[in-house]
């Protein structure tokens, strides 16, 4: 652990929060002068505080401890860009448009890379007036089906919910093109554009 760049880190989160090094030290239960300390990498905090301290400057612990946040990539606000998550406990989908570390249920949730859908894994969609009408004939057994479909547009992301058991039609409004994902709760995420 290098103590300037852990301390120039403090520094910069603590600012960003508006926090002096005294409301920094009080909420740590520390003195300002050992906040000072961090700061000017003249000593690094206690293992006991570095939990809290994280979480008092918003930060990630592993961030924390290296000194340095990681790079951000601009995604230009575009949807078709998103990051999906899947709970594997509950289920639960997360979306997110920047980077992001996300937990559900305790867990950590890795990002779903899509892949191109082809054969078996394709959807139907036709363009019913004004909307896309999909199908599939894909399994929608309780450990086997498609939970979720979305379409995103360069500002947009339109999501529907799907449960076992049911037939998988769904209708998303046409407007102009863009990128279909659907998550199979046995082989990921695919994508088509339409």
Same mark, same amino acid.
């Given at each position: 652990?290098?103590?300037?760049?852990?301390?120039?880190? %403090?520094?910069?989160?603590?600012?960003?929060?508006?926090?002096? $090094?005294?409301?920094?030290?009080?909420?740590?239960?520390?003195?300002?002068?050992?906040?000072?300390?961090?700061?000017?990498?003249?000593?690094?905090?206690?293992?006991?505080?570095?939990?809290?301290?994280?979480?008092? +400057?918003?930060?990630?612990?592993?961030? +924390?401890?290296?000194? $340095?946040?990681?790079? !951000?990539?601009?995604?230009?606000?575009?949807?078709?860009?998103?990051?999906?998550? !899947?709970?594997?406990?509950?289920?639960?989908?997360?979306?997110?448009?920047?980077?992001?570390?996300?937990?559900?249920?305790?867990?950590?949730?890795?990002? +779903?890379?899509? $892949?191109?859908?082809?054969?078996?894994?394709?959807?139907?969609?036709?363009?019913?007036?004004?909307?896309?009408?999909?199908?599939?004939?894909?399994?929608?057994?309780?450990?086997?089906? %498609?939970?979720?479909?979305?379409?995103?547009?360069?500002?947009?992301?339109?999501?529907?919910?799907?449960?076992?058991?049911?037939?998988?039609? !769904?209708?998303?409004?046409?407007?102009?093109?863009?990128?279909?994902?659907?998550?199979?709760?046995?082989?990921?995420?695919?994508?088509?554009? %339409?």
């Amino acid at each position: 652990m290098d103590c300037g760049k852990v301390g120039a880190l %403090i520094a910069r989160l603590r600012k960003e929060r508006a926090l002096t $090094q005294r409301e920094l030290a009080d909420r740590l239960g520390v003195t300002a002068k050992a906040v000072s300390k961090w700061e000017t990498g003249m000593g690094c905090p206690d293992v006991s505080l570095l939990g809290v301290l994280a979480e008092e +400057l918003g930060a990630d612990l592993a961030a +924390l401890l290296s000194g $340095q946040l990681p790079p !951000v990539e601009e995604s230009g606000g575009n949807m078709k860009k998103a990051t999906y998550c !899947v709970c594997p406990n509950c289920g639960g989908i997360t979306l997110t448009t920047g980077e992001a570390e996300l937990s559900c249920c305790g867990r950590r949730l890795a990002p +779903l890379t899509p $892949q191109k859908a082809e054969g078996e894994h394709s959807l139907r969609v036709e363009k019913v007036e004004d909307e896309w009408y999909l199908t599939a004939d894909h399994p929608m057994a309780k450990d086997h089906h %498609i939970a979720f479909a979305a379409l995103a547009a360069g500002d947009r992301v339109q999501l529907v919910r799907q449960y076992p058991e049911w037939d998988f039609q !769904v209708r998303f409004p046409a407007r102009g093109h863009g990128r279909l994902l659907w998550y199979c709760t046995r082989h990921g995420l695919f994508y088509q554009n %339409i």
